[in-house]
């Protein structure tokens, strides 16, 4: 008896306890499904003829952080919206760090949002489109809704957003370099007898001074580089972003696909790195680490910074700012290639399969994208205050504090025919270099390789595809950045992972689709 | 003969005894309806293990597709892997923690200046409220290797730093400290309260016979909470399979380095999860899990009830 009712006491204490620490959470949850039900107050309007007489708001999703004035600028977006379309867009933001986490949870946790950024391999898109998130935009309804957007968007880029026969994503349309420069700290360079970075050799030999000198030059090993100097590329759609299996881009006549753990050049790569993380070139807790990208350089924590030359850029004149004597410059250290543009959806906007007002939200994308006003309010911010325009295409910077250029998630309507260029009063070193770097990169398109439109679609092979990707990160990041005890055991190993995860199945349907899609384009 | 009596009674009978209980059946259903919001009612997503989800279907408009859901667990080549780190994880949270709680609580009776007894369980209470995502900056903050405590620490010493982001071998020590420094004041209360439930006039006698403080200890309080121990055990073996999402996530976050010793099923379901926004995978994962604690609380209460049939749960 005794026992029992002990037994009880202690059943209820922790029961209890427990009902009172999940509390917290149930009042949470509970509330926020609350909110997101009591949104769904819009209506859909009829399809068929354009019928703004109803009003609606429209919540869209961006990626990034929320500027100081990014609601002001929006506010003046929202008047011309609401007499144009009779509809107003309120914004969210998925920062950075948390995108690849919450993104699909907007999806399956029931969100009620109406417009969303995307991007091909970076931005979630093909995932997204296999799970049926997005709505479709079918020919005729992309002429219906949104004609502007329909005559400015080149066909190829249209077929660059198409799975299966279907565009689930309005693509930007610029030529926007998909190559990595350096932002790099000109002190040490000369400090070290560095003179330039234009290849692999360089770039090593100075991560290696770096690392000599007790300095960290990266937040990890420059990958990229590595293969793109070999005139490699990802693949879009493809495991791990792409990087698992790649084709050389810069030859058109070539359309094999490469496995890098079929390939020496990743074996090679991972050795090169284990030397230079052992000398120090990078911390030991890269992986660990919650920096952002540019904190390395910006702290003085590292040497350099790579990433694309608008971002090296703009992370570069804040370092000289805060830092004259560091003097940052930007260096290609993958000079010797010709350069790839970015396909089309490495920027894009799609709608919520869900949204109740696709309609509204396409004609909404159709003045964000050839409205411009619009689209340069979303650049730049306003006029008079961040900025001022001079002469039809040009525009100047008053200040870069509360909003900053193309620093608001406005990459999905980038739109090349109305595109203004900066004009600069005082110019700086880094502005030539940009300059220069920018016209001799033009002046060296590389040629249209097939596979730089081509998609990979997993729907068949979802297992393998979960399985690869969950399997990867223990293997792949801690080879790609040399943190493993034994590099050859570790390519070992990954191999091994990967073959029992079904990698060759993925491979397989993968050159079945290529070789369809070849087909299709002939 | 009381399930004959109430078949008489019927329907009238039982109002009557609504009526005659319903301060006690007032008090019951805040747990009822709490439990059956919050754990029945989301069990229905269990069909999700069964279908091949698209958003736009949700979870009742997606189609079926039988088993496939299961079959990524054991595609991955890391089922065996995680399934044992989860499991030897827990035994260890177990072990460890029953028995430093239970210690911490005979301690805390032990110390009779009242004031000191408040703060020290206070401060061991404090962590229980402490977020996993700030531990996890905490423990970043101590292990780093360029500016952590611990490696200044170690050098200042004397000693080579040590990097922990690449040893994984450290790691299960770092994690079973930070659970029981985060969990041993809280699970402690229990013990407590047991502790304070034991009749006095036990210990008297003890004395009287001559016992001294630790077969006081030993003879006297332990085995009078054996009763509660042995609920609490069982209560965490149904939950063996289930790794500490938040912890494991928190502190190792997305080194892969560090996997093979810190990987749990949990973990493992999440990269599925957010990588390729598989759910149906996620959620066949969840119920292997359930599946399996299920089997083990059956197995190991039938054997606790075997040992003494009153210890037994059910």
């Known amino acids: ?522 | 003969m009381t399930g004959k009596v109430k078949q008489k009674s019927g329907v009238k009978g039982f109002f009557k005894k609504v009526y005659k209980y319903r301060a006690f059946l007032l008090m019951l259903l805040p747990g009822v309806l709490y439990t059956l919001i919050f754990a029945y009612y989301p069990m229905t997503g269990i069909v999700l293990a069964f279908k091949k989800y698209t958003y736009a279907g949700g979870i009742w408009g997606s189609k079926w597709n039988g088993f496939e859901n299961f079959k990524f667990f054991f595609q991955s080549g890391q089922a065996g892997l995680v399934t044992r780190n989860t499991v030897l994880y827990n035994i260890a949270f177990i072990v460890i923690n029953t028995v430093t709680q239970i210690a911490v609580a005979i301690l805390l009776t032990e110390i009779h200046n009242k004031h000191f007894r408040k703060v020290s369980q206070s401060i061991m209470f404090l962590p229980y409220f402490i977020s996993w995502v700030i531990v996890g900056v905490m423990a970043f903050n101590i292990f780093s290797s360029d500016y952590g405590f611990m490696n200044r620490l170690i050098t200042a010493f004397g000693g080579e730093p040590i990097a922990f982001y690449t040893t994984p071998k450290a790691w299960p020590f770092i994690l079973m400290f930070f659970n029981l420094w985060k969990g041993v004041g809280y699970g402690s209360v229990m013990y407590l309260a047991a502790i304070m439930g034991i009749d006095t006039s036990i210990y008297e006698a003890a004395q009287i016979d001559g016992a001294n403080v630790f077969q006081r200890i030993f003879k006297v309080t332990i085995p009078m909470i054996m009763p509660t121990t042995i609920t609490l055990f069982l209560l965490s073996v149904g939950g063996i399979f289930k790794g500490n999402f938040d912890m494991f996530y928190n502190l190792v976050g997305n080194n892969g380095l560090l996997y093979n010793y810190t990987d749990v099923i949990d973990t493992l379901a999440f990269r599925a999860l957010v990588t390729n926004q598989n759910f149906g995978a996620s959620a066949a994962i969840g119920l292997f899990q359930s599946v399996l604690c299920f089997i083990t609380v059956l197995v190991v209460n039938k054997l606790v009830g075997l040992y003494d049939r009153d210890y037994s749960l059910f």
């Open chain 1, 1 to 522: 008896m005794k026992k029992s009712m002990k037994k009880a006491a202690a059943l209820t204490l922790s029961a209890v306890m427990s009902t009172g620490l999940l509390a917290g959470c149930g009042g949470d949850s509970g509330s926020g499904t609350g909110s997101a039900a009591g949104n769904t107050g819009s209506t859909g309007s009829s399809g068929g003829a354009i019928d703004t007489s109803e009003h609606v708001d429209l919540k869209m999703y961006l990626l990034g952080d929320r500027t100081p004035d990014f609601d002001e600028v929006y506010a003046e977006i929202n008047k011309i919206l609401e007499e144009k379309l009779n509809c107003s867009v309120s914004v969210e933001f998925l920062g950075w760090g948390e995108h690849d986490t919450k993104y699909s949870l907007l999806f399956s946790g029931g969100e009620d949002f109406d417009l969303i950024f995307t991007a091909s391999s970076w931005g979630h898109y093909e995932p997204t489109v296999a799970m049926g998130g997005f709505y479709p935009l079918t020919e005729e309804f992309i002429q219906t809704y949104a004609p502007d957007i329909w005559d400015v968007v080149p066909e190829v880029a249209w077929s660059q957003a198409k799975i299966d026969g279907t565009a689930y994503m309005v693509p930007n349309y610029q030529n926007e370099f998909g190559q990595d420069v350096i932002a790099v700290r000109g002190d040490l360079m000369e400090k070290y007898g560095v003179s330039q970075i234009t290849n692999w050799d360089e770039l090593i030999d100075f991560y290696k001074k770096c690392g000599a000198d007790g300095q960290y030059a990266s937040q990890g090993g420059p990958w990229y580089q590595y293969f793109q100097a070999q005139g490699y590329t990802i693949t879009g759609g493809a495991p791990k972003g792409g990087e698992l299996i790649l084709y050389n881009t810069q030859d058109p006549s070539n359309l094999d696909f490469t496995y890098i753990l079929d390939w020496e050049g990743f074996a090679d790569y991972c050795h090169q790195m284990k030397e230079l993380a052992d000398a120090g070139c990078w911390s030991q807790d890269v992986l660990s680490s919650g920096d952002e990208r540019q904190t390395g350089l910006l702290t003085g924590r590292t040497a350099g910074m790579i990433w694309n030359l608008g971002s090296c850029r703009n992370y570069a004149e804040q370092a000289n700012k805060e830092h004259p004597e560091w003097n940052v410059a930007l260096m290609d250290p993958v000079a010797n290639q010709p350069k790839k543009v970015n396909s089309y959806i490495n920027n894009g906007m799609a709608i919520n399969v869900n949204s109740q007002n696709p309609e509204r939200a396409m004609m909404v994308l159709n003045e964000f994208y050839t409205n411009p006003t619009i689209n340069d309010l979303t650049r730049f911010g306003i006029v008079g205050k961040h900025w001022e325009p001079v002469g039809d295409d040009q525009f100047k910077v008053i200040t870069t504090e509360g909003y900053g250029v193309d620093s608001n998630c406005n990459w999905g309507w980038m739109n090349a025919e109305i595109k203004r260029t900066e004009y600069k009063e005082d110019r700086t070193a880094l502005d030539d270099t940009y300059d220069a770097m920018l016209a001799s990169w033009e002046s060296n398109i590389k040629e249209e390789h097939i596979y730089d439109g081509f998609n990979f679609d997993s729907t068949n092979v979802t297992v393998q595809m979960a399985a690869v990707d969950a399997v990867i990160p223990t293997y792949c990041d801690p080879l790609i950045n040399g943190l493993v005890p034994d590099v050859d055991k570790a390519l070992e190993d990954f191999r091994n992972a990967m073959e029992t995860a079904g990698i060759r199945d993925i491979i397989a349907e993968l050159e079945k689709q290529a070789a369809e899609y070849v087909e299709s384009k002939k």
